[in-house]
Nanobody, 126 residues
Framework: QLQLVESGGGLVQPGGSLRLSCAAS????????VSWFRQAPGKEREGVSC????????YYADAVKGRFTISRDNAKNTVYLQMNSLKPEDTAVYYC???????????????????WGQGTQVTVSS
């Protein structure tokens, strides 16, 4: 079965950290450009970060720039989202998605994707 599986979400206090993982199953993530999205209750889905499948260049939304870091380990067929200095407004379901047709992020996340994960809940609360 070809799918993306997110993990690593949970409950964390403000100022804390989490690392989300996006693992591909049934296919290789090599050369896929991978994006992270999030959706909070009652809000539209928003793009968070992107990493190119060609050269590893990255994109971050202004809301997370300087706090989140996206990376990939092709040997583990996984993309990560390291989230530091978390704020209550980061609370959302986080999704990863992959697209082979877009080589680069080009200043944005990629909204049209061939594969989507099921999401992982991140809750930032004291």
């Amino acid at each position: 079965q070809l799918q993306l599986v997110e993990s690593g979400g949970g409950l964390v206090q403000p100022g804390g950290s989490l690392r989300l993982s996006c693992a591909a199953s049934g296919f290789s993530l090599d050369y896929y450009t991978v994006s992270w999205f999030r959706q909070a209750p009652g809000k539209e889905r928003e793009g968070v970060s992107c990493i190119s499948g060609r050269d590893g260049t990255t994109y971050y939304a202004d809301a997370v720039k300087g706090r989140f870091t996206i990376s990939r380990d092709n040997a583990k067929n996984t993309v990560y989202l390291q989230m530091n200095s978390l704020k209550p407004e980061d609370t959302a379901v986080y999704y990863c998605a992959a697209n082979m047709g877009f080589y680069y992020c080009s200043g944005s996340v990629i909204f049209e994707n061939e594969y989507w994960g099921q999401g992982t809940q991140v809750t930032v609360s004291s």
